[in-house]
């Protein structure tokens, strides 16, 4: 694959630093891993521009300079052992695995999950492992988790999510109704509870239950 042009890629770099992606580990990954093969057809063209483009299934890929602030947000370090909810393109799953040394997406849509596991074995990302579930319970199997990251919007944390996070371990999601602007909240799991940080403004599609009809 070969990737955009060096100077696509500098304006889009630069496009992150401007918005406040300014961690020098999220901008190296977000380097790395090239957007433009998560994004097919039509939109491809406009993968290093800074929105979101729909994907299979109705769904959206982020916006880079969110997926970047979620990124910083979530304070990656290697030997953590991350949980997405949200697997969609699988871009922001891609960027985790450079940072993470294992990463679990879980995605209601199997047609998203067949595809990104394609696109992770095309780009050797071997340390992620996409499921085909209802993410809102997390993955029971492999909890607890050191970070986890929801890139869809729950009314309130899912509390299996939180219970599936290890105590001084962190999570981002995007809390609010679906249909107005909702708040990217990061939660700190302490010996005792719970502590809560707002973020900033976002705008997610909706945490849905069940599976996704599309087989
Ligand atoms: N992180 C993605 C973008 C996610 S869009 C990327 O980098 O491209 C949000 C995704 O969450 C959609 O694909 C949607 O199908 C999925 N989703 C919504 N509710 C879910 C649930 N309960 N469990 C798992 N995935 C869910």
């Not at 599936?164 to 302490?190: A, C, E, F, N």
Request: aromatic share 6%; hydrophobic share 40%; charged share 25%.
């Amino acid at each position: 694959m070969s990737g955009p042009a060096a100077e696509t890629k500098m304006q889009f770099l630069y496009a992150l630093r401007s918005k406040g992606v300014t961690d020098a580990r999220v901008l190296g990954a977000m380097e790395e891993i090239d957007r433009g093969a998560f994004v097919r057809g039509l939109f491809s063209e406009r993968a290093y521009e800074d929105m979101p483009l729909p994907i299979a299934c109705g769904q959206t890929i982020s916006q880079p300079s969110v997926v970047g602030i979620m990124t910083k947000a979530l304070q990656v370090t290697p030997r953590d052992k991350v949980l997405e909810v949200g697997t969609g393109s699988g871009y922001q799953a891609a960027i985790l695995s450079r940072l993470a040394r294992r990463v679990y997406t879980v995605e209601r849509h199997a047609r998203l999950v067949r595809e990104a596991r394609e696109l992770f074995d095309r780009l050797g990302l071997v340390n992620i492992t996409a499921v085909i579930a209802d993410g809102s319970h997390g993955l029971a199997e492999q909890a607890p988790f050191d970070r986890i990251i929801v890139t869809a919007a729950a009314e309130d944390p899912p509390g299996p999510l939180l219970a599936q996070l290890k105590i001084g371990g962190i999570m981002v999601v995007p809390v609010g109704q679906s249909d107005t602007v909702q708040t990217l909240i990061r939660v700190r799991r302490t010996a005792t509870g719970f502590d809560y940080e707002e973020i900033r403004p976002v705008r997610f599609v909706p945490l849905l239950e069940g599976l996704g009809k599309d087989g």
